[in-house]
């Protein structure tokens, strides 16, 4: 089993739309949850980072976090076609390593 | 002004031939790393360097060495290239355990 699982898609939604990526991973020990956004031909780079349980929203971003269960969402309201890229959700429990879902690339159409 | 950068960008070889990619960071960061993303976007971390010393090395060929000249600097250097060596591997950098990871642009290599 993987350590971090997550729906590589392709997920296509029109502009506007409400945009739900999720992930679940098997270590409870996991404390440190990330959500990294690449586009196409360049590096991941950070858009949510949480701690431990619960919500954190930025701006048009909302991302969840429940332990109980093993399962983290990254929410996207009124979708932008900028918004296309590939969401990488990462998970640690410190000492430097993180260790990446799949991606799941999403295109949001104008 | 670039945070953290690697060269080359595109490496095109053949099989058993021997490549280096090197990375800079001028963020001022202790740790840095090397990932690998696959053709299904899998990143998975290779090496970890804080402050010129490996403290990540996770099961990787032997074909692959690390050298951390200075914490700004990480190189990564491929013997005996294979046809699975073909990637793009990112370098990244952090301040902080478990911190932000700032990822260069990607290094592209293909393996003939």
């Known amino acids: 089993q993987k350590e971090v699982e997550q729906d590589p898609g392709p997920l296509s939604v029109p502009e506007g739309a409400i945009v739900s990526l999720n992930c679940t991973y098997s270590?409870?020990?996991?404390?440190?949850f990330m959500w990294y956004r690449q586009y196409s031909r360049k590096g991941p780079e950070l858009l949510m980072y949480t701690y431990s349980s619960g919500n954190k929203e930025d701006g048009r971003f909302t991302a969840q976090v429940d332990k109980s269960s093993k399962y983290i969402s990254l929410f996207i309201r009124d979708s932008q076609p900028s918004d296309s890229a590939t969401y990488l959700c990462a998970v640690s429990q410190g000492a430097q390593k993180l260790v990446f879902g799949q991606g799941t690339r999403l295109t949001i159409n104008p | 002004d670039t945070a953290v950068s690697q060269t080359p960008k595109y490496l095109v070889t053949q099989m058993g031939n021997d490549k280096s990619i090197k990375c800079e960071q001028n963020l001022g960061h202790d740790t840095m790393y090397w990932y690998k993303q696959d053709s299904k976007k899998f990143l998975k971390i290779m090496f970890s360097y804080n402050n010129k010393e490996l403290i990540i090395n996770e099961t990787v060929p032997n074909r692959f060495s690390p050298k951390s000249p200075d914490k700004a600097h990480l190189n990564l250097h491929i013997n005996s290239l294979e046809l699975g060596d073909s990637a793009v591997y990112f370098c990244?950098?952090?301040?902080?355990?478990?911190?932000?990871?700032?990822f260069g642009e990607g290094s592209r290599l293909t393996v003939l």
């Open positions: 990244a950098s952090s301040q902080e355990v478990a911190g932000e990871l700032f």
């Open positions: 270590n409870s020990a996991f404390q440190y």
